[in-house]
């Protein structure tokens, strides 16, 4: 009878559909909260035990990641949509981190997913494989011909982690006075726009890796 009264009387049929079902209530109660929640908040509201949530999800981090990752469909479309048409890569990715810092303010999933500013996340979540999957993702929506810029696979990847770095200040420490978005565009269009041009003078093949 235990059983019938966890997962509101339906139990899942298999772990594909525990899986999502845990991930949609965390999505639910992030939404509502707007911060981090825990397996003990997710089990309370199913209705099971946290050690059943933790058969498929190792931590709470895990659960977030899962539930950030699920919600930023919205996010992606609005970002391709701010930045269309931009073919320069330092106009496109400095409104890609204009947008993106603002927006996250709204879609705690996101910041879940890119920040440590919420409890329970650490800081190098960041620059975790969930996050640069997703920066990745980011950047092949826009409409630049990264490899006519002198970008590869690789240096893709390094510019997605100088960019999660960098978004990771702002979040953490986002200044005093906090600067409006005209201020925001010039610093980053100046300072960041820099490094992302200069990978057009490297020799192709060549990434800051000495690994």
Do not use: N
């Amino acid at each position: 009878m235990a059983r019938r009264r966890g997962w509101g009387g339906l139990p899942p049929v298999d772990d594909a559909e525990a899986t999502r079902r845990i991930v949609a209530t965390a999505v639910d109660l992030i939404g509502q909260s707007g911060t981090a929640i825990g397996i003990a908040d997710v089990a309370e509201s199913l209705g099971v035990t946290r050690q059943t949530v933790y058969r498929y999800f190792p931590s709470s981090e895990a659960v977030m990641t899962a539930a950030a990752i699920a919600s930023v469909d919205d996010f992606l479309d609005r970002l391709a949509g701010w930045v269309v048409g931009l073919t320069d890569p330092v106009d496109a990715m400095t409104e890609g981190v204009v947008f993106t810092l603002t927006d996250v303010r709204r879609t705690p999933h996101l910041g879940i997913l890119l920040s440590a500013s919420y409890s329970g996340v650490r800081p190098e979540g960041l620059t975790s494989e969930a996050a640069q999957a997703f920066g990745m993702t980011m950047i092949r929506r826009f409409d630049v011909d990264w490899e006519r810029h002198g970008y590869d696979d690789a240096s893709l990847r390094e510019l997605v982690e100088f960019v999660l770095r960098t978004m990771q200040s702002f979040f953490i420490s986002p200044g005093d006075p906090q600067r409006d978005e005209a201020g925001l565009r010039r610093y980053l269009r100046r300072w960041m726009g820099a490094a992302i041009a200069a990978q057009s003078a490297v020799p192709k093949g060549v990434s800051g890796r000495s690994d």
